[in-house]
């Protein structure tokens, strides 16, 4: 029997969300047909309409006995709809059946709420993460991931990494072959390089585009450099005191702690995704040192980069 797969959705979700995953799963099943049955359900069935203002047409919520996978899509009304008591049963219900339970995005608030999360690994959106850790102390936010699994419970990041979460879902499923050949067909990574961080720091630093934005990606592009104050400053044609002021002034950090993020955000993507030894990692990104990099990554992530490369190598996302 195909296994039914059923994508929750609330008024003004991330459209994305949902058909990005479901996406994935329609052409894993054109490959393996038979395979998944498909539903947008909702505690408010009929048209829901998204933050985009197009509307998907949901189902009443399956029969939680039925269900193989449960998919909690994100978007702006996700905090309404951690409030539903009607989803939050559902959700808890076909999690103590050991159905596979997954959120993407700010879908983890409805898990969240649901309290399936509490005591495991989960990830948000990064732009959520200080808001869901407040909200959501019980749970072991793992800040930086694409996706996460506990047992049954699965998370992923900000709305593309549904696609990413859904992929793994199909790998454990159908196999890797399929999901390889299914991301060819999406035209995206079958398993993405790199964490969050990737995304977030350059953002977080310049979010706007301002006036060091080409600083930042001239030293991205140079980290195995000496990226002193001094360099930086020639580099913005501007005196080490004046620029050192105006830098912690736009972005919110000095330009030593900017230059570390960029390191360690580029580090973790060698150590978690490719063979390189961790010393010529260390030069490679411009720690030097690999007791250096070592300490960095502790204060950062709270794992040195060999625990890293293990949970990386053992299936987390």
């Known amino acids: 029997m195909p296994r039914i797969v059923a994508f929750v959705i609330f008024p003004r979700l991330q459209i994305l969300d949902a058909t990005g995953p479901l996406a994935a799963f329609e052409i894993a099943e054109r490959y393996r047909p038979g395979t998944y049955e498909l539903r947008l359900v909702s505690t408010?069935?009929?048209?829901?309409?998204?933050?985009?203002?197009?509307?998907?047409?949901?189902?009443?919520?399956?029969?939680?006995?039925?269900?193989?996978?449960?998919?909690?899509?994100?978007?702006?009304?996700?905090?309404?709809?951690?409030?539903?008591?009607?989803?939050?049963?559902?959700?808890?219900?076909?999690?103590?059946?050991?159905?596979r339970t997954t959120s993407v995005c700010s879908g983890s608030y409805v898990l969240a709420a649901a309290g399936v999360l509490d005591g495991r690994p989960a990830t948000t959106h990064w732009s959520l993460t200080a808001d869901f850790a407040r909200r959501s102390p019980n749970v072991n936010l793992q800040a930086d991931r694409i996706w996460t699994r506990d047992g049954e419970i699965w998370t992923s990041a900000g709305i593309t990494a549904g696609?990413?979460?859904?992929?793994?879902?199909?790998?454990?499923?159908?196999?890797?072959?399929?999901?390889?050949?299914?991301?060819r067909q999406l035209v995206v990574y079958h398993r993405r390089p790199g964490g969050q961080s990737q995304f977030s720091a350059l953002a977080e630093l310049d979010p706007g585009g301002g006036r060091f934005s080409g600083l930042l990606d001239w030293a991205r592009g140079n980290l195995c450099g000496s990226l002193t104050v001094e360099s930086l400053a020639?580099?913005?044609?501007?005196?080490?005191?004046?620029?050192?002021?105006?830098?912690?002034?736009?972005?919110?950090?000095?330009?030593?702690?900017?230059?570390?993020?960029?390191?360690?955000?580029?580090?973790?993507?060698?150590?978690?995704?490719?063979?390189?030894?961790?010393?010529?990692?260390?030069?490679?990104?411009?720690?030097?040192?690999?007791?250096?990099?070592?300490r960095a990554f502790v204060r950062a992530y709270g794992h040195p980069p060999q625990s890293l490369r293990r949970s990386a190598r053992s299936g987390g996302g």
């Open 44 to 99: 408010t069935p009929g048209a829901v309409a998204s933050t985009a203002g197009a509307r998907l047409i949901a189902e009443p919520l399956a029969d939680p006995a039925n269900i193989h996978t449960l998919m909690v899509a994100g978007g702006e009304g996700s905090r309404e709809a951690a409030r539903d008591e009607v989803l939050l049963d559902h959700v808890r219900a076909v999690a103590a059946l050991g159905r």
């Open 163 to 183: 696609i990413d979460l859904a992929l793994a879902l199909i790998a454990e499923d159908l196999g890797q072959e399929i999901a390889r050949k299914t991301a």
């Open 234 to 294: 020639g580099e913005a044609a501007m005196s080490p005191r004046n620029f050192a002021r105006a830098f912690a002034a736009e972005t919110g950090v000095t330009p030593a702690k900017a230059i570390e993020r960029l390191r360690l955000e580029a580090a973790r993507t060698a150590v978690e995704y490719t063979g390189a030894g961790i010393d010529l990692i260390a030069r490679d990104t411009g720690f030097g040192d690999p007791e250096r990099m070592r």
